[in-house]
Nanobody, 129 residues
C-alpha cells in the first residue's frame, strides 16, 4: 500500500509563493510518474504538474512558468514550488502516484491519463487578492 501525505498549504496574498511537499511511503509505485492535481469548489479536478518517465516535467498551461515540480528521491518527496500565485490558484492540492507508468510520457493535458490510483488527503491553498 502507498501512503501520500501533503503539506505546505496555507493562505497567501496575490503574488506570493508557497511550496507544497508530498511525502510518499510504502509501495510499490512509480517514482518516475507522479503528479500534482488541484480542485477548486464547484470545479473538476485538474492536473497541474507531472514528473514524466524520461526524467522531464510537464505543466498545465495555466501554471507554466510559475509552478515547478521536483523530487527528492532520497527523502521520497514530491514538491511543488508555486510562485506568483493568483486568486484562481485557490484550491485543494493533491499529489498522486501510479503503479503503471503507461501513458505518463504524454504529459499534462494528454488523454488518456496514467492510472493515478494513489492519492493524498490534500492541502488547501488560498490566495487572496
Amino acid at each position: 500500500q502507498v501512503q501520500l501525505v501533503e503539506s505546505g498549504g496555507g493562505s497567501v496574498q496575490s503574488g506570493g509563493s508557497l511550496r507544497l511537499s508530498c511525502a510518499a511511503s510504502g509501495g510499490p509505485y512509480r517514482r518516475d510518474c507522479m503528479a500534482w492535481f488541484r480542485q477548486a469548489p464547484g470545479k473538476e479536478r485538474e492536473e497541474v504538474a507531472r514528473i514524466i518517465t524520461d526524467g522531464g516535467t510537464s505543466y498545465a498551461d495555466s501554471v507554466k512558468g510559475r509552478f515547478t515540480i521536483s523530487q527528492d528521491n532520497a527523502k521520497s518527496t514530491l514538491d511543488l514550488q508555486m510562485n506568483n500565485l493568483a486568486p484562481e490558484d485557490t484550491a485543494m492540492y493533491y499529489c498522486a502516484a501510479t503503479v503503471i507508468a503507461a501513458r505518463c510520457g504524454g504529459g499534462v493535458g494528454v488523454t488518456p491519463k496514467p492510472d493515478f490510483r494513489y492519492w493524498g488527503q490534500g492541502t488547501q491553498v488560498t490566495v487572496s487578492s
